[in-house]
C-alpha cells in the first residue's frame, strides 16, 4: 500500500517562500515519479512539477519555473517542493502523486496512481 503525505502548507505573504513535503510510506521500489498538482477553486487540477527517484530529471510548468524547485530524499521517501516569490495566484490546494515511472506526458494527472490528501496554500496578505 502507497501512503502520501503533504505537509508544510499554510498562509504566506505575497513574495514570500513555503517549501511543502511529500512523504511516502508504504513505497514500492519501482514507483519512480512524484509529482506536484494543485487545484484553485473553480479550476481544474494543474501539474506544476514532477521528479524521477532514478535520474534525478525535473519538470516544471511554465507558470511555476525559476519560482519553484523540487527535490528528493530518497533515504526519507520524502520529495521536497520550495516555492519561492509567491503570488497570489498560486493560491490553491497542493496535491503530491505518485506514478510508477515518469509519465508521458508528465502533466497527465490521470496517469499517477496514488495520490495525498493535498494542503492549502495562500498567498494573501
Known amino acids: 500500500q502507497v501512503h502520501l503525505v503533504e505537509s508544510g502548507g499554510g498562509l504566506v505573504q505575497p513574495g514570500g517562500s513555503l517549501k511543502l513535503s511529500c512523504a511516502a510510506s508504504g513505497f514500492a521500489a519501482d514507483y519512480d515519479a512524484i509529482g506536484w498538482f494543485r487545484q484553485a477553486p473553480g479550476k481544474e487540477r494543474e501539474a506544476i512539477s514532477c521528479i524521477s527517484k532514478s535520474d534525478a530529471m525535473t519538470y516544471y510548468a511554465d507558470s511555476v519555473k525559476g519560482r519553484f524547485a523540487i527535490s528528493r530524499d530518497n533515504a526519507k521517501n520524502t520529495v521536497y517542493l520550495e516555492m519561492n516569490a509567491l503570488i497570489p495566484e498560486d493560491t490553491a490546494v497542493y496535491y503530491c502523486?505518485?506514478?510508477?515511472?515518469?509519465?508521458?506526458?508528465?502533466?497527465?494527472?490521470?496517469?499517477?496512481?496514488?495520490w495525498g490528501q493535498g494542503i492549502q496554500v495562500t498567498v494573501s496578505s
Open positions: 502523486a505518485a506514478a510508477p515511472r515518469v509519465p508521458f506526458p508528465w502533466i497527465a494527472n490521470r496517469l499517477y496512481d496514488y
